[in-house]
């Protein structure tokens, strides 16, 4: 039996990374929820017993990188019991992970690298997706990547790869905006279009974050503010979508945390206004 999400959160979050921890500990901002990497919690005791104490206050997802559902060789299922033990103490509203792999026989590999979508590569995710679900007892969410190559042989877009995972797994989307962003302008695609074919009621949650143009290419760098494409795409999104928790990513080149708030209260405005007005995006704007 899937559990369902433990409460939505009511405004945007903000991803929980550890230079900022002490000060929400000591501050309790207002922020909507947090998302954390859950790698850099179970390996540091002191931050795991600080979570803990966040956890009564936030709303906590767990978005994890260590999780390989697109790796040929099979999920680590140390790791994943790992997981599952900090699920059972933190209770969390999401569990989330990427379209990616990230390990190959036993290294892991720092990058979430593509895979081809094709009936091999789908069947291979929906093992892994499932085996997690069945792990941790609930749904979990899959993250569009963000892309800088496409396979020869790929034989379906990756938002029919996406729909028939959902489709064969029950598991849910982690839309990332940014990453539609980058992935159209590298690839060539326009991102509304993407988004339109994306199974609406399956996306559970929306992430924002910021990237970096270097030549020709936009590159998922999580280290800067979020740039104005990404808003415009994100309040189509919100008008495609209806309203959707939202998350600010950061990761790198870490600002003040009063930066990352500001980013979540404009998300929560945004997406107010395009509620409101019920998918005048351009307006919105
Ligand atoms: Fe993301």
């Known amino acids: ?19 900022h921890i002490a000060e929400i500990v000591a501050t309790r901002p207002q922020a909507g929820w947090l998302e954390i990497h859950p790698e850099n919690f179970l390996a540091n005791p002191h931050a795991f017993e600080l979570l803990t104490e966040l956890s009564h206050i936030y709303p906590i997802s767990l978005h994890t990188v260590g999780i390989s559902v697109g790796s040929a060789g099979g999920i680590n299922r140390s790791h994943l019991a790992r997981i599952r033990t900090l699920v059972d103490r933190i209770d969390p509203v999401f569990v989330s992970g990427h379209l990616a792999w990230s390990t190959y026989k036993s290294e892991y590999l720092n990058d979430l690298l593509p895979l081809p979508f094709n009936m091999e590569s789908l069947r291979v995710v929906i093992t892994h997706v499932n085996e997690v679900q069945d792990a941790l007892g609930r749904s979990y969410l899959v ?51 993407y988004l339109d074919c994306l199974p609406s009621d399956a996306i559970a949650e929306v992430h924002l974050g910021g990237y970096t143009a270097e030549e020709e290419y936009l590159i998922d760098t999580h280290a800067a503010a979020i740039a104005d494409p990404a808003w415009e795409l994100y309040a189509y999104a919100m008008g495609r979508f209806g309203p959707r928790p939202t998350l600010i990513e950061w990761d790198n080149e870490m600002p003040p945390l009063a930066t990352l708030l500001a980013e979540a209260r404009r998300a929560d405005v945004l997406k107010s206004k395009v509620t409101r007005l019920e998918v005048r995006c351009a307006d919105a704007c």
């Open 1 to 19: 039996m899937r559990t369902p999400p433990r409460r939505t959160p009511a405004g945007a979050g903000i991803g929980l990374r550890l230079s």
């Open 143 to 193: 993250e569009n990547p963000a892309s800088y190559v496409a396979f020869a042989n790929n034989r379906c877009r990756e938002t029919e790869f996406l729909s028939e995972l959902v489709l064969r797994t029950g598991c849910r989307l982690l839309c990332d905006v940014s990453n539609v962003v980058v992935s159209g302008h590298n690839l060539r695609y326009d991102p509304h279009e």
